[in-house]
């Protein structure tokens, strides 16, 4: 019965407008009732913070990294959803660098039913102003980057295309709208001089290996950013069980409980909308993707989807650097 409903789900999803704002709203307005009840159970009934995951993952052997010696005249960019992830890596990134640059993404899509999900990317700025108290003014830039149509072009042209044969990876929105933020995180660093990069990565989020935080896409993650001499800092706090603890403890916010605290994300962060639907797909479809990941997945995402299109992805960096002078971009 749940093969049924995943094939039917699979064919209602490929007549939706290709335009992944467009499907994000839909999403949302049909498993708004789905976020409700979580929403709820969550407020009412929160889960227990601090508890290491139970799955046995290649996340286990996976060691974080230190950030590297004398980078305090250097600035870093972090890719920044305002959550406790983000901020807990721009804490972190301020007590080595001299500036961190906050790069917040967004897109098109702006439904929020009844009030109850406001993804608004100036959500961000609650965190970003509590770093700068503690850390000072002037120590972070906030940029926010509508990265929409380069999303819509990865996931439409070489996403949807290599994984035709399982229905749940063509909702696994995850893999082509991250690709799509660090090509613009790139660009940024690129045209602002930024030698290293960074993310709220963690192993919570990185036990599958079709999540984009599992070890073997963060390793594809950091070859791609060699090639423009930029060093990718994978999350010196990958393995960290609570991050609203450990920034309670660095004195950024005082929020008891913020990673199971609802209405704390809510007011901090933008909401995935997509990622609703794509619970379902995994749940009705038991791909491969249920699986943990083990030493044997040795292919990341950037290899598995996108390997004969690394290369174009280079050029369109490159084109984009030369189409706006870093004097026009990086202030704004």
Not at 49 to 60: F, H, I, K, L, N
Not at 116 to 138: A, Q
Not at 270 to 284: E, S, Y
Not at 289 to 317: C, N, P, Q, V
Request: net charge positive; hydrophobic share 35%.
């Amino acid at each position: 019965m749940k093969r049924i409903l995943g094939i039917y789900l699979d064919k209602l999803w490929t007549i939706l407008p290709e335009n992944l704002d467009t499907r994000a709203d839909i999403c949302l307005a049909v498993t708004f009732p789905v976020i409700l009840i979580k929403a709820l159970r969550k407020t009412f009934f929160p889960a227990k913070t601090g508890t290491a995951p139970s799955t046995p993952t290649a996340t286990e052997t996976f060691k974080a990294e230190a950030c590297p010696p004398g980078t305090e005249g250097e600035d870093i960019a972090v890719r920044y959803s305002g959550g406790d992830d983000s901020t807990l890596v721009a804490a972190l990134s301020a007590q080595n660098f001299r500036k961190v640059h906050l790069l917040t993404f967004t897109s098109d899509s702006r439904l929020n039913l009844f009030g109850f999900i406001n993804s608004d990317p100036e959500n961000t700025k609650v965190n970003e102003r509590n770093l700068s108290e503690k850390y000072g003014e002037g120590r972070f830039h906030h940029r926010i980057i509508n990265f929409g149509q380069l999303r819509n072009e990865i996931y439409f042209r070489d996403f949807l295309p290599a994984c035709r044969e399982d229905n749940f990876l063509k909702s696994c929105f995850c893999i082509p709208c991250t690709l799509a933020m660090h090509i613009e995180t790139i660009i940024y660093c690129l045209r602002n001089g930024i030698r290293f990069a960074s993310d709220g990565s963690n192993n919570e989020s990185g036990l599958l290996y079709w999540q984009t935080q599992n070890p073997f896409n963060l390793r594809e993650v950091s070859e791609f950013y060699k090639r423009f001499g930029i060093t990718y800092i994978v999350n010196p706090a990958y393995h960290c069980t609570d991050t609203g603890e450990l920034l309670n403890r660095l004195g950024v916010h005082d929020v008891a409980g913020s990673k199971k605290n609802y209405q704390h994300r809510r007011r901090t962060q933008q909401f995935c909308h997509l990622i609703q639907i794509q619970t379902v797909c995994r749940r009705l479809c038991g791909t491969p993707g249920d699986r943990a990941a083990t030493s044997g997945e040795k292919a990341g995402h950037l290899s598995r989807f996108f390997g004969d299109s690394l290369d174009g992805y280079e050029r369109h960096i490159r084109t984009k650097l030369a189409e706006v002078p870093a004097s026009e971009y990086g202030n704004n």
